[in-house]
């Protein structure tokens, strides 16, 4: 593939020392909206962290738009999951919103007026301006999800990943995020999303990624959508792996050899 | 009252030295715990106290001085310690944080007895008083310790304004933090460390056993008052540092007083005062919300019973007898009569010779409620397609809380019904 936005080589990762992602290998087109689909624990959180640099891969690396993502973060942007944080802490809508704006180059500077108008900007894009002010502990699931959303647009990124942007959220304000994340296609940016429903990805996506610890597909919505790779997905356990992946765990054995992982590299 | 005047015109040094030492102590300790407290480390500042104990019996048996510099880099170093074991069994091995904390609390406390213990009986003169970590010194505070930890004070506060955005995003949510590219294990190893220094100057004011109440206490009241945390930052310094001048003054007044456990009983009063006072959240202000709420219920029913009984009797103006009432619905004891007087306070109600009627006001709002409570079975029935025989209890308690705008809705979704489910008139 040529030009991909982002390559995953040979990816294996654990997680308590157990495998749950094991040699995962792809090349993502620019320009789509890319689903991440397969059963639970199937891994799709982990990769999606893996590829943020948030965990730390056992073997195998991760190249966005070609570089190390180091070198491009600014053009990158997360949406966790919604559970992940504590809405209870004492911010309202703009301050969490804000936070898309900190910047590792401006720590002891103050946010300028131009990231309050990307903020806002940001607000407007998934309709929640009027609630700028409201305090995140009195939203409800739909509207921290667009919050979130919010805060990662504000970074103004070219690629953006995003954990169950869908989970938990209402009719309409599914509607609103699957619209704001067709326009963001229309002007050309790159959006993966880990989703958990079969049923709308068909519609919603242009590329799936089908995981089950393993990569059982990766590829245009049509062509991944087949019988056989559904049921590679989600028909029953791969017994071997698994039972492999608990052995792994309850020995707590190395995945590769001592410096085996650094010739694969080249 | 004259002591307090005294007090407070700050004319005697000493007061001076105790009161600004009080005062920083009480405020960066507060600030630095805002942190803590949201990080869900409330326990750590405990950790950390009982751990310095250790560091400061070594820095005195090495340099045989109660130099306050020397005994806060001893004091520094062995709370980082704990710190850092806290951090690494969390990370590395199966035990539970709050597991961690316990071990390292117990065992670097008791590696300080042990120390204190054998510098006590050493017999040199210079020891005396550095037993005085257990419960803190603050009224015995000299203008050099008041010069160090009073600056170190002022600059832990200086460090949390300078990275304050950093330190709510990472408190907040550390993964995003990691994501943009913020150097998050320097920040948090700077929160640390300011958390460990905050807590070896504030042992100074209330000693080892009573530090974590510095920590959690101003946080956890001020954030009964807030949902800023700007706002919440601010509301735990001022409750910090007046829990240090209330401290200070106690022990002003009756000098065989301690100044430390007073900060924390001043501190102890503002968290019981946020608790059952602050808006909102606090329990008197629950407590009048339940009160509210159950008042509507009881004199909504109220209105709505002597409606029906109107209803039957196709007459409104007529008075009723408590007995009447009862018999349309039951009432707690005392209630039906109190609910009445309530009513008739509101002019809803007049007490007549023969019992009790609606005025015209009255009719009014029983119609209101009658017509909400029919509506919502309708609702239930056509739209959540529940039976007739359920959906009576369902709409005992909405229809106290519908407003004029869902009504409107209900009344447009329902195409204007005439009629609820048990074919009774819905009244306009």
């Known amino acids: 593939m040529k030009n991909p936005i982002i390559e995953v080589h040979n990816l294996t990762v654990s997680y308590n020392k157990r495998p749950v992602l094991w040699d995962v290998d792809y090349e993502l087109p620019p320009g789509q909206l890319i689903g991440v689909l397969g059963p639970n624990g199937s891994g799709k959180t982990t990769m999606l962290k893996t590829i943020m640099g948030l965990i730390r891969p056992d073997s195998g690396f991760v190249e966005v738009m070609g570089k190390k993502l180091d070198e491009v973060r600014d053009k990158v942007s997360y949406v966790p999951q919604r559970e992940s944080v504590d809405w209870d802490f ?177 | 009252m004259n002591s307090l005047l005294e007090f407070l015109s700050l004319a005697d040094p000493n007061v001076r030295f105790v009161v600004l030492g009080s005062v920083l102590l009480g405020m960066s300790s507060a600030v630095v715990g805002c942190f803590t407290f949201l990080r869900k480390r409330a326990l750590l500042g405990d950790a950390i106290a009982h751990s310095i104990l250790p560091g400061i019996c070594l820095a005195f048996m090495v340099s045989g ?97 300078a990275f304050y955005k950093e330190f709510k995003l990472i408190s907040f949510n550390p993964e995003f933090a990691k994501v943009i590219g913020l150097p998050v294990a320097f920040l948090e190893f700077l929160l640390a460390t300011v958390t460990v220094l905050a807590v070896a100057v504030g042992i100074q004011a209330v000693g080892v056993v009573l530090m974590a109440a510095l920590i959690i206490s101003p946080a956890a009241a001020a954030r009964f008052w807030t949902e800023k945390l700007a706002v919440m930052i601010v509301i735990a310094a001022i409750f910090g540092a007046l829990s240090g001048v209330f401290g200070s003054f106690i022990s002003f007044s009756a000098p065989s007083m301690p100044t430390g456990p007073w900060i924390v ?88 010779a023969t019992g009790w009627r609606l005025t015209s006001l009255g009719l009014t709002e029983s119609r209101r409620v009658v017509r909400l409570h029919r509506l919502w079975e309708m609702y239930l029935k056509e739209k959540i397609r529940l039976k007739e025989d359920h959906v009576h209890a369902g709409a005992e308690a909405i229809e106290h809380i519908i407003t004029p705008e869902i009504e409107r809705l209900l009344e447009e979704k329902l195409g204007f019904p005439e009629r609820d489910p048990h074919n009774s008139e819905i009244p306009r």
């Open chain 2, 265 to 352: 009983v001043a501190l102890t009063v503002f968290v019981m005062i946020s608790l059952l006072f602050a808006p909102q959240k606090g329990f008197v202000a629950r407590w009048l919300r339940d009160g509210n709420n159950h008042e509507k219920i009881l004199t909504e029913n109220i209105l709505k019973a002597l409606y029906q009984i109107g209803e039957k009797a196709r007459d409104f103006a007529g008075s009723r007898e408590l007995a009447e009432i009862r018999e349309r619905r039951e009432f707690g004891p005392g209630e039906l009569k109190r609910g009445l007087r309530i009513l008739a306070r509101r002019k809803l109600v007049v007490e007549a």
């Open chain 1, 90 to 266: 004492p911010a309202n809508v703009m301050d969490v919103v804000l936070m898309g704006r900190y910047n590792p180059k401006h720590m002891f500077r103050r946010l300028s007026k131009e990231d309050r108008e990307l903020a806002v900007a940001a607000l407007e894009k998934v309709n929640m301006l009027p609630f700028a002010e409201r305090q995140i502990s009195q939203l409800s699931g739909g509207q921290q999800q667009r919050v979130f959303i919010a805060r990662a647009l504000a970074r103004q990124a070219d690629l953006y990943l995003m954990d169950e942007p869908f989970a938990g959220v209402d009719a309409a304000s599914e509607e609103s995020i699957l619209e704001l994340l067709t326009g963001m296609k229309a002007e050309g940016k790159s959006i993966m999303v880990v989703h958990h429903d079969l049923q709308t990805a068909r519609n919603f996506f242009d590329w799936i990624i089908l995981l089950n610890t393993s990569l059982v597909a990766s590829g245009p919505v049509n062509e991944v959508f087949t019988e056989q790779n559904l049921q590679a997905a989600y028909g029953g356990k791969l017994t071997v792996l698994s039972q492999i992946a608990d052995l792994v765990a309850s020995k707590a054995f190395p995945l590769r050899e001592k410096g085996l992982q650094d010739r694969e590299k080249l």
């Open chain 2, 65 to 161: 001085s109660k130099n306050p510099w020397i005994l806060l880099a001893g004091a520094a170093v062995s709370g980082w310690l704990s710190v850092a074991a806290i951090d690494i069994i969390t990370r590395k091995s199966k035990l539970k944080p709050d597991t961690a904390v316990g071990l390292v609390l117990s065992v670097f406390f008791g590696v300080g007895i042990l120390l204190l213990t054998h510098i006590q009986h050493q017999g040199n003169a210079s020891q005396a008083g550095l037993d005085k970590f257990l419960f803190g010194k603050a009224a015995s505070m000299t203008s050099e310790d008041v010069l160090v930890f009073g600056g170190v004070g002022m600059l832990l506060l200086l460090v949390v304004i």
